[in-house]
């Protein structure tokens, strides 16, 4: 009977480790296929119900404008690349802030320069392995979460 024990047990620890190991699930693509343009409320909030994103903008207007109020009532740009990185910009905006997904908030990790004047009218392109970003006339950039390439490689 001890040996059956023993192996029971031996079974029991080998099945409560396994489930304690890491799982990596690879690849995984997490790119919107569009851009979301998304409406600030009065409450510095954005909510995208396609991607179940909902998140607090304040912060953004007063490090883009030094107002946190700036955004109310005007549309921001976001999309998600590959890697899961979340591009955000929009009409007046100096630079693409670049964030990833924290715990419960969005991290920035760069804010691109595009532009010395403001952009006017931007829209944010999935172009693998780049975020395009088109404005009006002007020739169109690609972003990496970390920087500008002037033209796509």
Request: with cysteine.
């Given at each position: 009977?001890?040996?059956?024990?023993?192996?029971?047990?031996?079974?029991?620890?080998?099945?409560?480790?396994?489930?304690?190991?890491?799982?990596?699930?690879?690849?995984?693509?997490?790119?919107?296929?569009?851009?979301?343009?998304?409406?600030?409320?009065?409450?510095?909030?954005?909510?995208?119900?396609?991607?179940?994103?909902?998140?607090?903008?304040?912060p953004l207007a007063t490090t883009e404008f030094q107002d946190s109020t700036?955004?109310?009532?005007?549309?921001?740009?976001?999309?998600?690349?590959?890697?899961?990185?979340?591009?955000?910009?929009?009409?007046?905006?100096?630079?693409?802030?670049?964030?990833?997904?924290?715990?419960?908030?969005?991290?920035?990790?760069?804010?691109?320069?595009?532009?010395?004047?403001?952009l006017i009218a931007p829209a944010l392109n999935q172009r693998v392995p780049?975020?395009?970003?088109?404005?009006?006339?002007?020739?169109?950039?690609?972003?990496?979460?970390?920087?500008?390439?002037?033209?796509?490689?």
């Amino acid at each position: 009977m001890s040996t059956r024990c023993l192996k029971l047990g031996v079974f029991a620890l080998f099945v409560i480790l396994s489930g304690c190991a890491s799982l990596s699930l690879e690849p995984a693509n997490y790119a919107w296929p569009v851009e979301s343009v998304l409406t600030v409320n009065s409450m510095n909030m954005v909510e995208d119900g396609r991607y179940a994103l909902t998140v607090n903008v304040g912060p953004l207007a007063t490090t883009e404008f030094q107002d946190s109020t700036a955004l109310w009532g005007t549309t921001l740009r976001i999309i998600r690349n590959t890697a899961g990185y979340y591009f955000i910009t929009g009409p007046r905006f100096k630079h693409v802030y670049v964030f990833r997904s924290g715990e419960g908030s969005l991290d920035k990790t760069a804010a691109i320069e595009v532009s010395t004047t403001g952009l006017i009218a931007p829209a944010l392109n999935q172009r693998v392995p780049y975020i395009e970003l088109v404005d009006g006339a002007a020739p169109p950039l690609y972003l990496t979460n970390t920087d500008l390439v002037q033209e796509k490689q």
